[in-house]
């Protein structure tokens, strides 16, 4: 387990046994594509889970639809698989009425960007308690293999047979243009990487948005091959901690710079090759910095991943003036009815104001 | 008798007499949206109540926000009907007109009945304020009001000469001079001016000065009347109050009733209220006057759009709240997937749909029922759900408390239809018993031994309400036709057949429960049954009271339940040689009704100009059909 993290301290847990990713697993067979990526983020959701520690009776899986939207039906917590889009709608009224629950949110590039944009747009500004994981494989695979919002430009699919002419979503700048305050990015098959993510982000209150790039095998394989591929990713992506130099690359020979006069970031060497100072440590509490790392993508700088983006503050419900418990009772019911202006009418049906 | 819809002119056109019924008077204040018009009416409207009048008040305000003053698009108006028991709408055609500018008269003069009484403000009536309404001539000079009974009085000058003495600037106390016609009509019908006296004092605490020239213009208004020859009409002085029942009163608008008949629905759960809304006119004043209940325990969530509200409120409503969503036309469109998935996933939810003029933008502000089509039919897939209307203010929260409990009841979304009239129309109110409310069930002791999400209760057929964090009874909701029992994924042909039977059994279960359609007014068998719904209530009743009481076999019947329409209808309609549905729309109850009721004889009546029925309109329908 790689704890990348200062602020990652488990939550407390509720007291029982401990649980294991058993616990969280349902008896329905699980339905994805053989080797799509969602199985390895299945895995990790529920080893996070057993982890985290909190009852499956508490937590809640709200799903759209989508390939990814699957996830409720494989975790042996309360869920709601619900309808495209709106999932993080119904997870924020869920939160309304319950504040205590653990809720996560799983949609795809679709679910989230596409037709549910506005909806991750307002839980992300709003700051509502919800754990939001986006597997994004850059396609629509449940509809079968149409481009998405997240997908390369030129990318050819049955509705862009001579290549898709639109310029795909930045999902982790989006969520840092929305408010977000809890921005994070991995990828399905980095075991070592995703589950200290995931762990991240249960335990920050308030909304916090993870970026999964998601290999779909059947209509978009390989899209995220330089960032999954044990070979190629230690070269290809930066693994942000935050206090530490930002340093990357099969031999630790790499670092980033940033250039705040322009906002840029560069490639520096590190160790026999160059000085050290160079290289810019990470402070996930830095906007700005975030920023710059949101955009950093081949082929010149390595893909982010990590926490980018880490700055708690009051949740949506910790925020509202209703007290969350609270339910009108006869008494204060007969209080409003007779609130303002009343008058009575006697038997002799004399008029008097009260 | 043929299957004809009657068609109806606007009722702004009509110049008769208002009917047979005698007895209760109609006043229409009118003026610029800045004068305070909205202020007057309340203002009368609370006096009227306190000397014993029943009434019905309709606002009438512009739909710009900021129209430029004295122009045609920016007057304001309200119209009050006061007098006995027997008020149940705001009034045909009006019996005293205030005018307060030229463009208030232009736009409302229509509503005056001829030989009706018009004051107007001389002093408004001058070039740029008769230019503006479009004026080439002064109307209070030109002689083309001689069909009325003119007062036209210097009520500026008036009002500046009682309100300049109570350190005033001369603007503030110009501004006075709604104070001076409302004094002026308070002494017309022998009105007590003190309750808005101690208004003034309260709301101008702050401003004594200005207390003292709003108070000081209603006296001399008051005075006005007393002084001068100025006789009221003979009849106005005759309005008589009536002998409700005894009781505490208090005004409620068809929005007052449904923020209260939602507070109530959730004091009688026990169930945390969700009203998740995004702003539309008019259904926008309930989240208004919910939100204001925060610290009362009533959440309310300004959603992002439509679709966030509906979804957000099945979202609360699947953690154990009460889950509500209200909206206006356009915004019904763009919540029907959401109904399909609360019909689908079997949670309680309450829609309200405060009807206005469409199709899309229309006329916000105006009175339609055209969406009980949208209502009873509009979701993908066959997805029954209970429809109710409310018939008007008080209705209104007797209605909402009924759809809770029809939603908590049965698991399902229920659509609650009201309408921009309903809404903003205001009638006294009989503060009901909250001790002897019913109570609204909500089971959420569900053995875990067993639980299946879909095993349903055979007699409601409800499913278990199961919430997250109840211990042992984890499970999976979704959109996906589920497995009857467990809930599981299931695209069994036998299984999708039996759901969706299931679906349109729960609706028969409600039939069940519901009270038997009845005959309400009139006659129980006969010529005619007027047949309606929602607010068209008042006229509707009105019009057949009087009808009856020539001795005309007439009856009128109003549906509340639109879905699943109540027991006996059949027999009813049977013992009348016609049924004439009288609706704010083309025909769409009437049509719904030909397809289940293909023996009778329906007739259409029907109005869709953006305004009620009028007594007088339903009153000559029905008299064609009874000759
Ligand atoms: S279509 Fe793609 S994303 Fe969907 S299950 Fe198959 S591999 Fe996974």
Redesign the pocket.
């Known amino acids: 387990m790689n704890v990348m993290n200062p602020d990652l301290a488990a939550p407390a847990t509720d007291a029982g046994p401990q649980l294991t990713a058993r616990d969280f697993t349902t008896d329905q067979e699980v339905?994805?594509?053989p080797?799509?990526?969602?199985y390895a983020i299945l895995k990790a959701v529920r080893g996070v889970l057993a982890e985290a520690g909190r009852r499956p009776d508490d937590v809640v899986f709200i799903s759209g639809i989508?390939?990814?939207a699957?996830f409720p039906y494989y975790l042996a917590s309360y869920g709601f698989h619900t309808i495209h889009g709106r999932a993080p709608a119904v997870a924020t009224g869920v939160k309304m009425a319950n504040p205590d629950l653990d809720v996560w949110v799983v949609g795809?590039d679709g679910d989230f960007l596409s037709i549910g944009g506005n909806h991750l747009m307002h839980a992300l500004r709003r700051n509502v308690d919800l754990n939001l994981i986006m597997?994004n494989?850059a396609?629509y695979?449940?509809t079968?293999?149409q481009y998405s919002p997240a997908s390369a430009t030129g990318m050819r699919s049955p509705s862009s047979p001579g290549g898709s002419v639109e310029a795909p979503v930045n999902a982790a700048l989006l969520a840092l243009g929305a408010g977000a305050r809890f921005i994070a990015r991995s990828a399905d098959t980095l075991q070592d990487h995703l589950p200290g993510v995931l762990k991240a982000a249960q335990a920050h209150r308030g909304a916090s948005f993870v970026e999964i790039l998601?290999?779909?095998?059947?209509?978009?394989d390989g899209a995220f091959e330089a960032v999954r591929d044990k070979g190629l990713t230690a070269d290809r992506t930066l693994r942000l901690e935050h206090g530490q130099p930002m340093i990357f690359g099969k031999d630790r020979d790499k670092g980033i710079a940033i250039d705040w006069q322009t906002g840029t970031a560069r490639v520096v060497p590190v160790g026999d090759g160059g000085p050290v100072y160079d290289v810019t440590v990470h402070d996930q509490t830095n906007l700005a910095l975030a920023t710059i790392l949101a955009r950093m993508d081949a082929p010149d700088l390595p893909l982010a991943l990590g926490v980018l983006y880490h700055a708690p503050a009051d949740d949506f419900t910790a925020q509202r003036a209703d007290a969350p418990g609270r339910v009108i009772d006869r008494a204060t019911l007969a209080g409003l009815l007779a609130a303002g202006k009343t008058w009575t009418v006697g038997e002799a049906a004399a008029g008097t104001q009260t | 008798m043929l299957d004809q819809p009657i068609a109806l002119e606007s009722s702004d056109s009509g110049h008769s007499e208002s009917g047979p019924s005698q007895g209760p008077a109609v006043v229409r204040f009118a003026g610029d949206s800045g004068d305070g018009i909205q202020t007057l009416g309340s203002e009368f409207t609370k006096s009227s109540a306190l000397s014993g009048h029943g009434f019905m008040t309709f606002p009438d305000f512009p739909a710009e926000i900021r129209a430029p003053a004295g122009t045609t698009f920016g007057v304001s108006a309200f119209q009050i009907q006061i007098g006995g028991d027997r008020v149940k709408t705001h009034g045909d055609t009006v019996d005293v007109l205030v005018a307060l500018n030229p463009a208030a008269l232009k736009t409302n003069l229509a509503a005056l009945r001829p030989g009706g009484l018009l004051i107007a403000d001389r002093d408004a009536f001058a070039k740029r304020g008769l230019e503006k309404a479009g004026y080439a001539a002064n109307p209070l000079e030109d002689g083309s009001l001689d069909g009325y009974r003119l007062e036209a009085i210097e009520i500026s000058r008036l009002t500046r000469e009682a309100a300049l003495p109570q350190g005033v600037t001369k603007k503030e106390a110009e501004t006075a001079r709604n104070f001076w016609a409302l004094g002026l009509v308070y002494w017309m019908f022998s009105q007590d001016r003190a309750p808005t006296a101690a208004w003034l004092t309260s709301k101008f605490a702050k401003r004594p000065e200005i207390a003292a020239a709003n108070t000081a213009a209603l006296d001399a208004g008051h005075t006005y009347g007393d002084v001068t020859d100025m006789a009221p009409p003979p009849r106005l002085r005759a309005v008589t109050p009536s002998s409700p029942r005894p009781g505490t009163y208090r005004t409620l608008t068809g929005i007052d009733g449904m923020v209260l008949g939602l507070a109530a629905a959730s004091a009688l759960s026990g169930l945390r209220l969700h009203y998740c809304s995004y702003p539309i006119t008019p259904a926008s004043a309930i989240l208004h006057g919910l939100a204001k209940l925060g610290g009362e325990g009533v959440a309310t969530f300004q959603a992002e759009d439509e679709i966030a509200a509906a979804t957000a409120a099945i979202g609360a409503s699947f953690a154990g709240g009460l889950g509500v969503t209200g909206t206006s036309g356009p915004g019904m469109a763009l919540k029907a997937e959401a109904l399909g998935l609360a019909t689908a996933a079997e949670l309680p939810l309450i829609v309200i749909d405060v009807q206005r003029a469409g199709p899309s933008t229309g006329m916000p502000t105006k009175v339609e029922q055209a969406d009980l089509n949208l209502a009873l039919h509009g979701r993908h897939g066959e997805a029954p759900l209970p429809v109710f209307a409310a018939a008007g203010p008080g209705d209104s929260f007797d209605t909402v408390i009924e759809a809770a409990r029809t939603a908590v009841t049965y698991m399902t979304p229920v659509i609650v239809l009201s309408d921009a009239y309903t809404a903003n129309a205001a009638e006294p109110w009989r503060l009901p018993d909250v001790a002897t409310l019913a109570g609204i069930a909500v089971d959420r002791d569900i053995d875990a031994d067993g639980f299946h999400p879909f095993r349903r209760d055979p007699e409601s057929l409800a499913r278990p309400w199961a919430v997250p964090g109840m211990t042992g009874l984890a499970h999976r909701l979704g959109g996906i036709e589920r497995s009857s029992g467990s809930g599981h994924i299931s695209y069994d042909p036998d299984n999708h057949q039996e759901m969706t039977d299931l679906r349109a059994a729960k609706l028969d279960r409600i039939r069940a429960a519901l009270p038997p359609a009845k005959v309400s007014t009139g006659t129980d068998a006969g010529r005619v049954l007027a047949l309606g719904w929602g607010s068209t209530q008042g006229a509707l009743k009105t019009a057949v009271e009087d009808l009856a009481a020539e001795g005309h076999a007439v009856g009128h019947l109003h549906l509340r339940h639109l879905s699943p329409l109540p027991r006996g209808l059949a027999e009813i309609f049977a013992l009348y040689d016609e049924v004439v549905v009288a609706e704010l729309n083309s025909g769409q109850l009437r049509t719904h009704l030909q397809g289940l009721f293909p023996q009778v004889s329906f007739r259409g009546l029907t109005k869709v100009t953006g305004q009620p029925f009028t007594v007088a309109e339903i009153d000559a329908a029905l008299r064609e059909d009874l000759s």
């Open positions: 339905r994805w594509c080797g799509c990526g969602d989508g390939c990814a699957r795809g597997p494989n396609v695979g449940l079968k293999g998601q290999n779909c095998v059947v209509f978009n």
